[in-house]
């Protein structure tokens, strides 16, 4: 259990990352599959290439909490942006 926590935790901040980096916030589908991406990764050098056991539950809630943080700042973000193209006036 708390493989796949630690697992869903980490491909969450990833996303999240990706997101607020390359302004991918909008589109869902390509967030969608990054995590399912990052999930797979994650899940193979668990089992494979890490010891049993060696990311606990605090690995998890920072990761958790990294990847709320970016996607408060992703959404700001775009909202800043948003109201930046309304508040210019057109070029004719």
Do not use: N
């Not at 539950?57 to 990294?66: E, H, K, N, R, S």
């Not at 700001?76 to 948003?82: G, H, M, T, Y």
């Amino acid at each position: 259990m708390v493989s796949i926590l630690v697992g869903i935790s980490i491909a969450a901040f990833l996303t999240s990352l990706y997101a607020f980096r390359f302004d991918a916030g909008r589109e869902p589908w390509l967030l969608a599959g990054y995590f399912t991406l990052f999930l797979v990764i994650e899940w193979v050098a668990a089992h494979f290439f890490l010891p049993a056991d060696a990311l606990g539950l605090d690995v998890a809630a920072v990761c958790f909490g990294l990847a709320i943080v970016f996607a408060m700042l992703t959404e700001i973000r775009q909202r800043k942006e948003a109201e930046m193209r309304a508040a210019d006036p057109e070029d004719g």
